[in-house]
Every structure is written in C-alpha cells, then in structure tokens.
C-alpha cells in the first residue's frame, strides 16, 4: 500500500508539473527570482569590497613613516655659524671650526692614525690639528697613538665647537684642508676609546 500511495504520488507530481499553469507560472517567476538573486549577490560584493578598502586604509594608517636620509654637504654647518665668507676674526675662527669638525669627524671614524688618515690629509698638515686638539687635551698622543681626551668624543667636540664653548687657539693662517672623499659623508661614526657608535652627519 505504502509503495502505491507513493508511485501515484509521482505520477500525480509530474503530471502537475508538466501542466501549462505550472510552466506558466513559473514563466512569471523565475525573472523575479532571478533578479532577487542578481540583487543579493550585488549587495554582498559591494559590501564585501567596502569592508575590504576599509582595512586596507586602517592598515595604511598604522604604518610607521620611513625616514629617508641623506648625506649633508660641508655647507650645512656653515648655515649653524656666523658667515665665513668676510675676512675678519671672526669668519678666520669659523673656518677653523668647520675645519676641526671635519677633521674630527674623519679622524673618529679611523682613529686618528697617521696612515689611516693619509687618503684625507697629508701628514705634517694632520700634525697641525693634533697639536691644536692636544693643548686643550681634547685630544692625547702617547706610544698608544693618537686618542679622544679624557670625557672627549666626537659629538661633544662637534657641539662644543659648533655653540661656541670651546675656543681653540686657532692658527693665524687658513687652515690645511682635509680631503672629502665619497664615502667619508656616511652617517655611521666609530667612537675608538669608549665602542659608542655614533649616527650623525658631520655637520649636525
């Protein structure tokens, strides 16, 4: 009885559906559900893409900037001091800084040493700088080389100089110049008597 109930239940389902008021029907609705459809997968991939967008601009915000450096030229501490372009005291004692500054800054990164320091300055002209640095023990010489003073390295020289607390008994003459090479302007020091490392560029 069970298996007639439901062959005759198939007959009568497939008669239905094969019925023109079927076919007719769904003649009117499958263009409704179709465009219900349509809708829906729309609105779910506009609001797919703006959540999308959204965490990407959250995302650009949280990043941290990237500072880009460059190597500053010799000119850039001269703006930090009185103009050494006139041909007073004044200017001759901050042509000497600058000179001092530049000096130090190679000789921080190679120690001081004679030969070291050939490719930048001659030797008897590296003479005049370590004579002026040692009468104020800003910088000793002993069987050891050539060294910082005592409580002296290369930014504090650079600041001292630079704010005018320290006052070099500077040469009547010009002073010697010291050779500029390309990769001499890194922004990486060494101090040699205490490790310290030192990121700077000569002139700030």
């Known amino acids: 009885m069970r298996h007639l109930i439901t062959v005759c239940g198939v007959v009568v389902v497939a008669f239905v559906w094969g019925s023109p008021f079927v076919w007719h029907v769904l ?53 930090d001091v009185r103009s050494v372009m006139g041909g007073d005291e004044g200017a001759h004692d901050d042509r000497w800084r600058v000179a001092v500054i530049r000096f130090c800054f190679i000789g921080n990164m190679v120690g001081f040493s004679v030969r070291r320091m050939q490719p930048y300055i001659e030797r008897l002209q590296r003479q005049v700088y370590v004579d002026l640095l ?12 050539t060294r910082w003073g005592y ?21 009547t003459s010009d002073p010697p110049d010291v050779r500029w090479l390309q990769h001499s302007s890194a922004h990486t020091a060494h101090t040699v008597n205490t490790g310290e490392i030192v990121c700077t560029s000569p002139m700030r």
Not at 55 to 63: C, Q
Request: net charge positive; charged share 15%; aromatic share 8%.
């Open 151 to 171: 409580g002296w390295n290369y930014p504090r020289l650079r600041n001292e100089l630079k704010y005018h607390r320290l006052e070099l008994p500077y040469p």
């Open 27 to 79: 003649d009117v609705v499958w263009p409704i559900a179709a465009a219900a459809l349509s809708l829906f997968l729309g609105a779910a991939a506009v609001a797919g893409s703006i959540v999308m967008i959204g965490a990407a601009v959250n995302a650009v915000k949280r990043e941290t900037p990237i500072e880009i450096i460059q190597p500053m030229p010799l000119t850039t501490f001269v703006k």
């Open 134 to 145: 040692t009468s104020l023990s800003v910088l000793v010489t002993d069987k050891g080389g």
